[in-house]
Structures are given as structure tokens and as C-alpha cells.
């Protein structure tokens, strides 16, 4: 990259203080102009939310005011220190993009932004962000986002000499810093306890939500590729029945976006559930809770051994997880996907993406049915001839398009949204797709435990069932997932989960079923998931935790 001499930064700061047409502005006019425009247009969600904690009531109009002068002296300040001939328009048009992108939302969804949420945008491919490119999403851009962005650009400014625009800046600093300390010091503790005691209130404000968030991120996953930690290496398979002579397959299927309290395995009054309630042996566990509120978080976690309490995603994203674990001790393993990725999860096993080129009956532009994961399955249990462990990934009931995920023959609830744009459907419409993307997967579950029972000649099988975190479906004005876990309701993190094991699986590895049934209202999490498969296929190793293995007690060990 070549560098302009200083002689030419100043002539083509003369120019641009020199351009012809509409009468210029100052830059302080201009920067003052975005900030009003970013904190009023751009912030509705913030506004909307602030209102509710703290009503517009005579006692509390001079401490609104103030709030409002305090966000835009702030964010006039931040602006301001960035306006430069060559900075201002860029970073003011990232900025209103942006902006109109978050408020949209947050607005639209109730979504809030922090790290994780950034993250989870990042990780996510493009068939599932496509689902949220709608024509209401475009309009809102184009009116907050595109237009002022044009006229940022279109409008003239008057720029001073460089020693003249730096003593401005210092000036501007100067009374800004001025202005926030008369405005906060009398506010401070009626600002500190609606900020303290609402949280969500700074992941709504837009643009510092992002730019905080975003920068986080950057600072976490811009260093150099670290080597990744070995985890369990002394891990060996005991066989709690030595005399077992046949393989054993135990399919572990991570569901996407699922509730516990739409299962009617769990009490809920709709038939969301008509084959698996039919299925003898299943359990459904009606109390488990979701480590995250998002893939990008959940998915890791429940495979790394840490428990949400000392989870962190760059430390596991550093370390082997339960597949490698499993890999090491002697088991076969492989992943199939049908969603955006295993998030590194099976980075180090054998794993596969479901395509419409192997699946053309179950795929469309709007991605792949669940069904498509049980293709070829019946083929790859006639191969084995070791014991393994294969994971199923689906996209479940991801939204907003909760009516691309189930086929003609599963729209038994109506009428259902049939829109990515959940506020063109009132929310029995959409609670209708989502159920019946609910009862798509128990179509899913049951034709998996078919094919199971199909090869249970040559193998002894089992399958578990978890959803890796709920969604919100219009609850407290919230939809989708991905808020933060502190503030996020239970029906984005009350998840199911659900077992089965067939006669030969209980006995060769000494399940209590009935033991498991009476422990079916007990609370589980995502933190068991890791132990209890090392436990339940007698995986032995110095990380084992016998307290968060759900089978430990329900065990007959040799």
C-alpha cells in the first residue's frame, strides 16, 4: 500500500474544503446532525425499552432529558473525533448501515447485541441468513440506512486548515466534557440504577452495541491460530458386559431451536408429538436446561467438558471435546450435518454435509429437509463392525422460517405463517408453523428409531436426543433466540431431550430404564451430556465426572 506524501494530503484537503455546488456545512452541523439522526431513528428499541423501566412521568421528564442530551453529547463526541476529509463519510456510512441493519432487529425480534450475538451472525451461512433478507428488512435499510448514507455523501462540507480543525476538535472536546459532567454528575445515581438494574438496556443502544461487541470479538479471535489441547489422552473403553459379541451404535441427535414446553411428551395440550408418544421405552427428561441461547455457544459447550458456569468459547475452540474423547478411547465416529456447521465441534472426526445432490427429494432452495439425514443411514449401520457413535445435526425448527422446515404433510396446525416476516402474522400463525416444524421432527426422531429397529439383529442401538436451546415466539415482545443468557426467558433455554435404548443395548451395558423413567422431572443441563456418555459407554478417564453423569445411578455395573 502506497502512502500520499503530506503535500498531497493538503491539497486534496484544499479541494475538499474548496467543492463547488450547495452551500457547505461545517463538519460540527454535520457530525451533530448524524448523531441526532443515529440516537432518534436508529434507537427505537432503546427508547421503547427505556420508557417501560422508567414512564415518561412528570417526576421523571428532567431525568429522560438529561439521558437523551447525555447519549447525544456522547455520541456527537465520538463522531466528531473522526471527522476527517477522509474518515467521515466511510465510517458515518458504516455506521447508518449498520445501524438500520440492528434497529431493524432488535426492533422486528427483540434481538440485543453482545459478542455472542456477533458471533452467531458470523457463524451463520447463507441459508440460514437468507431467511432474514425480506423485503421489510430491505425497506428499512434503504429508508435508515441508504438514503441518509446518499446524502451524507451528497452534502458539501466545509473543512478548516489542518491546525484549525485540530484546535476546533480540542475546543469541541473540551465542551463536550464540560457538558456530560453538568448533565451527569447531578443524574448519576438515578443513570447508575437504570443502568444497573437493566442491562439489556446497553445491548439495545445502537451503535455502541455493536461496536462494543464486534470489538470484542476482534480482540478475541484476531491473534494466530493456536494448536489445539489435548483433552482426555487417557482415555480406554472398560466393557461393563465382557461377554458382548455384537456392535453397539449410539446416535446422538442435536436438534436446532426446539422447546421442552411445545413437546407433548412434556404436557403440552397439542399433539406435537403422535409417533414418539407411541414409542415404547422412550423418556422423555421434561426439566433440561441449554447452555447457551445460540449454536455458536451451546453446540460447544455441550461437547467440551466445562460446564456453563466456566465455559468460554475460545478456550474450547483451544481444546479436544467428547468426539476426540470418544475417538481415542476406540469408537467410531462420524457426523452428519444439516445445519451451519458443527462450530469445531467434529473438526476432528470423520464428518459430512447433507447436499441436494445426494438428497434431491429433500432439498429445495431453502436448504435440506431432516429427513435427509436418515438417507444412506441404513447403509452405513450394514458396515459397521465396531462399536460407534454417529451424530445427527438438524436444522430443526431454525427461524424465522418456520415453514421451510417441515414438508406439505406436517402443516396440520393452521393457519400458519408462511413469512420470514414474523410481523406480517399475528402470533397464532406463528406459533402454528413453529408446532408444526415441532411435529416434522417427531416424524424425524421416529423414522430414525425405524431404522434402528431394523438392524437390531446385528446391533445393539440407542439414540439421544437433545435440542441445542429453545426460541421465543413473541413472549414479552422477544422472538427467535440468541438473547443473552442472563436476560433470555426459559422458552430460549428449557430444551428436550429424549432417550431410547433397545433390549440388547440395556442389557450388554447395564441401563436401568426404569430407574431413568423416575428420574424423567429431575433437572438436567447440557453440562451432563459430556459425562454421561463417557460414562454410558464405558469410557473411563481422569475428566469423567461421575456427579454430572445421568447414568451413573441408573446403572448395573460389572
Known amino acids: 500500500m502506497i502512502l500520499p506524501r503530506p503535500a498531497a494530503l493538503l491539497h486534496a484537503w484544499s479541494r475538499a474544503a474548496r467543492r463547488p455546488g450547495a452551500v457547505p456545512l461545517r463538519v460540527e452541523w454535520l457530525t451533530v446532525s448524524l448523531a441526532l439522526f443515529l440516537l432518534v431513528f436508529c434507537n427505537v428499541p432503546f427508547w421503547s425499552r427505556l420508557l417501560a423501566v422508567h414512564p415518561l412521568l412528570p417526576a421523571n421528564a428532567a431525568g429522560l432529558l438529561a439521558a437523551f442530551a447525555f447519549l447525544l453529547v456522547t455520541l456527537h463526541l465520538a463522531l466528531h473525533l473522526l471527522a476527517w476529509p477522509w474518515v467521515l463519510r466511510p465510517v458515518g456510512t458504516v455506521l447508518l448501515l449498520s445501524g438500520a441493519v440492528v434497529s431493524y432487529f432488535a426492533g422486528r425480534y427483540g434481538v440485543m447485541v453482545d459478542v455472542e450475538m456477533v458471533r452467531n451472525a458470523l457463524q451463520t451461512d447463507a441459508r440460514e441468513a437468507w431467511d432474514l433478507v425480506t423485503p421489510g428488512l430491505a425497506a428499512h435499510v434503504a429508508a435508515l440506512g441508504v438514503l441518509p448514507a446518499f446524502l451524507l455523501w451528497r452534502t458539501p462540507i466545509r473543512w478548516r486548515s489542518p491546525g484549525r480543525e485540530i484546535v476546533n476538535k480540542g475546543l469541541v472536546v473540551l465542551a463536550s466534557v464540560v457538558l456530560l459532567a453538568g448533565i451527569g454528575l447531578p443524574c448519576y445515581q438515578t443513570f447508575s440504577a437504570v443502568a444497573r438494574n437493566h442491562r439489556e438496556l446497553r445491548l439495545l443502544l445502537t451503535p455502541l452495541n455493536l461496536l462494543q461487541a464486534t470489538s470484542r470479538y476482534v480482540r478475541h479471535h484476531g491473534t494466530s491460530p493456536q494448536a489445539v489441547v489435548p483433552f482426555g489422552t487417557d482415555a480406554v473403553r472398560v466393557a461393563s458386559s465382557p461377554q458382548r459379541s455384537r456392535p ?81 478411547a476406540g469408537l467410531e465416529v462420524e457426523w452428519q450435518d444439516n445445519q451451519s456447521g458443527c462450530k469445531g465441534v467434529c473438526d476432528r472426526v470423520v464428518h459430512a454435509t447433507v447436499k441436494a445432490a445426494t438428497s434431491p427429494g429433500r432439498c429445495t432452495e431453502h436448504g435440506c429437509l431432516d429427513e435427509a439425514l436418515l438417507e444412506g443411514l441404513g447403509s452405513r449401520l450394514d458396515r459397521l463392525d465396531r462399536d460407534a457413535v454417529i451424530v445427527l445435526h438438524m436444522m430443526g425448527s431454525h427461524g424465522p422460517a418456520y415453514h421451510h422446515r417441515y414438508p406439505a404433510s406436517s402443516g396440520v396446525f393452521r393457519p400458519a405463517c408462511g413469512t420470514s416476516e414474523l410481523d406480517q402474522c399475528s402470533r397464532e400463525e406463528i406459533v402454528n408453523a413453529y408446532d408444526n416444524s415441532i411435529r416434522y421432527t417427531d416424524t424425524v426422531l421416529a423414522g430414525l428409531l425405524g431404522i434402528l429397529r431394523q438392524h437390531g439383529d446385528r446391533l445393539d442401538t440407542a439414540m439421544i436426543y437433545v435440542s441445542d436451546h429453545g426460541e421465543s415466539l413473541g413472549e414479552h415482545g422477544l422472538y427467535l433466540h440468541g438473547t443473552p443468557y442472563a436476560l433470555a426467558p426459559d422458552g430460549q433455554k428449557h430444551v428436550p431431550m429424549l432417550m431410547w435404548f433397545s433390549d440388547g443395548f440395556q442389557r450388554d451395558f447395564g441401563v436401568d430404564t426404569d430407574c431413568l423413567r423416575k428420574r424423567r422431572t429431575s433437572a438436567f443441563s447440557h453440562d451432563h451430556l459430556f459425562h454421561s456418555m463417557l460414562g454410558l459407554l464405558d469410557v473411563h478417564t481422569g475428566v469423567y465426572r461421575r456427579g454430572l453423569d445421568l447414568f451413573a445411578d441408573c446403572r448395573s455395573m460389572p
Not at 256 to 278: K, V
Not at 291 to 299: D, F, K, N, R
Not at 311 to 319: G, I, M, T, Y
Open 248 to 328: 453397539a451404535v449410539t446416535v446422538l441427535v442435536i436438534g436446532e431451536t426446539a422447546r421442552a414446553d411445545h413437546f407433548s411428551l412434556n404436557g403440552y395440550p397439542r399433539d406435537t408429538n403422535p409417533l414418539l408418544s407411541r414409542e415404547p421405552g422412550l423418556i422423555s427428561f421434561a426439566d433440561t436446561w441449554s447452555c447457551g441461547t445460540e449454536t455458536a455457544v451451546s453446540l460447544p459447550c455441550m461437547f467440551s467438558g466445562l460446564t456453563r458456569k466456566d465455559f468460554d468459547v475460545d478456550q474450547a475452540s483451544r481444546q479436544e471435546g467428547l468426539l476426540d474423547i470418544l475417538q481415542r
